[in-house]
């Protein structure tokens, strides 16, 4: 798992402004191989739908990954005939590598992709990239697993999906309910922090950056779809199944040592509400506590596995010694993530060493109970031994929460564990921009209620018709504040778009109640 650091943390979430001319604000991406009987009708109705429906100038890329057949020749064909369409040839294999290495090229701040069998009716597609263009959210995905959701799809393919996402959900904690549903999309900013840090370059891409992007705070949009499956599709389940497997140990294994850094995706205060520093807000002990609870009961269980195994080849006071090791130095790692919230490498050696100290605690402790078991009879049952230790680290157990708590990872007033401040500002030093879009000129036509024009982001390339129709669905969305904010060219998305978020260290200091971005002036 990549360790490096990312190339810094994201601005806060803007409404985009309209296009620049010649720029699209949505970008989606076609993976394919030997697709050349399905390709141009996908492309051709893909475009119709986006000609009459996406109020944005739009682009489709069509990203042939090492096609041996035709393929080539016909996105090169489609894309000498429809101007917004392009094509990128691969000389590799890997859905995930086509969509990283398109994802990274493009200027259009929202990109997506969906699958070249047209499985996801594309009503969907507005849905999808909607709540990215309003600033709302940062990823969308479809899923064929909400309860609105319409699927038609054979019984073994239902189980293989669910299946999974049950495993996602145990092993990774994944909240997002269809990891593989080909219809994503992503902001731009966010992609070109989060990309670096995802490995796959096959099917389990979607899976692995979902879990990051979830993980880091991201928010991530689901939209109920109408989906057909495609009874001619190529996908290999058994080594699908196989390779997305490997990358769910390979993930969870670099989440639980905490070699990702993940903290650097944190946004700026203003934008998550549970940064801000409040008063009379309870300071999450309940929640804790349930961590604890579910981590140690795992951590019982795979004890109690260890000193079975051990008790086979040593005696009691070895095998108990050598499990509690083991489980300890897994517990305090668990409970350091998923109880406590401490992300990244630092402190990682300190908080491990202070486990081992209250490791030392609850060996002294079931020793103890062994020892008392021992003078007590001189053969006791294995089942005698194993309900004394389960009474022993149930006490240990207490303690041990206490320990972590007050010792390990204290909750100090204003900071973390490790001393930081646990509310933020995140400043940054802007980089040289790069004109990805840029706001365009304020047009006449629809008004707002309030009497001030819509911005032409709300209008549609395609004719005054869509305009009229798009601008009943924006005056819904837009309050008063923005709309002045538009009328005096006060769009914070600009300023979003006029840097480059870089290599930037993050500064932290203290935040007070009446803190706010002093470009919001409400």
């Known amino acids: 798992m990549r360790t490096d650091s990312s190339p810094g943390t994201l601005p806060a979430r803007e409404h985009l402004p309209a296009g620049s001319a010649g720029t699209p604000v949505l970008d989606v991406v076609i993976p394919v191989y030997n697709e050349e009987k399905d390709l141009q009708r996908c492309v051709v109705r893909l475009h119709e739908h986006l000609r009459r429906t996406f109020p944005y100038p739009f682009r489709i890329t069509v990203a042939d990954n090492a096609s041996t057949d035709t393929t080539p020749r016909v996105a090169a064909r489609l894309e000498s005939r429809i101007p917004e369409v392009r094509s990128r040839r691969l000389e590799q294999k890997g859905r995930g590598r086509a969509l990283h290495t398109v994802w990274s090229a493009s200027d259009a701040p929202v990109l997506a992709y969906m699958d070249v069998d047209l499985s996801t009716d594309l ?17 969308a995905i479809g899923s064929r697993l909400a309860r609105s959701s319409r699927v038609v799809r054979g019984a073994k393919r239902e189980f293989i999906s669910r299946g999974y996402n049950l495993i996602l959900r145990g092993s990774l904690q994944a909240r997002f309910s269809d990891a593989q549903c080909g219809f994503k999309a992503i902001r731009r900013d966010v992609a070109q922090v989060l990309l670096p840090l995802v490995e796959d370059t096959g099917w389990f891409f979607d899976t692995e950056m979902l879990v990051l992007a979830e993980r880091a705070g991201l928010r991530i949009h689901e939209v109920p779809v109408d989906w057909v499956d495609d009874p001619d599709s190529t996908v290999h389940i058994v080594r699908t199944a196989t390779d997305d497997l490997k990358g769910v140990w390979r993930v969870g294994r670099a989440l639980g040592t905490g070699s990702l850094p993940l903290d650097r995706l944190a946004r700026p205060f203003g934008d998550d509400p549970r940064d801000r520093d409040l008063t009379d807000v309870p300071g999450g002990l309940a929640r804790q506590l349930v961590g604890f609870c579910v981590v140690g009961a795992l951590s019982t269980l795979f004890y109690l596995l260890l000193y079975s195994g051990f008790r086979s080849f040593s005696g009691s006071q070895a095998a108990n010694a050598l499990a509690l090791l083991v489980s300890a130095v897994a517990n305090t790692a668990a409970n350091r993530r998923l109880t406590f919230g401490v992300r990244g490498r630092g402190g990682a050696v300190r908080h491990q060493a202070q486990g081992l100290v209250v490791f030392g605690i609850g060996l002294a ?110 005056d ?22 006029d840097r480059t978020w870089g290599d930037a260290t993050m500064q932290r200091q203290p935040a007070r109640p009446h803190d706010h971005d002093p470009r919001d002036a409400r």
């Open 123 to 139: 009503n969907a597609l507005l849905p999808l990239v909607a709540p990215l263009i309003s600033g709302h959210s940062d990823l």
């Open 365 to 474: 402790l079931t020793s103890g109970s062994l020892a008392a078991l021992n003078a007590a009879t001189s053969s006791p049952a294995h089942s005698t031994e194993l309900a004394v230790l389960i009474a022993a680290n149930l006490a240990a157990t207490v303690l041990r929460f206490l320990l972590f708590r007050a010792w390990v990872f204290p909750d100090r007033r204003g900071g973390t564990s490790d001393g930081t401040s646990s509310t933020v500002v995140a400043s940054h030093t802007p980089a040289p921009a790069s004109p990805p879009y840029a706001t365009a000129p304020a047009r006449q036509g629809p008004r707002h209620p309030q009497g001030s024009p819509l911005p032409a982001a709300a209008r549609s390339p395609h004719g005054d018709a869509h305009d009229n129709a798009y601008g009943n669905a924006y």
């Open 476 to 497: 819904n969305t837009q309050d008063t504040d923005e709309f002045r904010a538009h009328d005096t060219g006060e769009f914070r998305a600009r300023e979003a778009a």
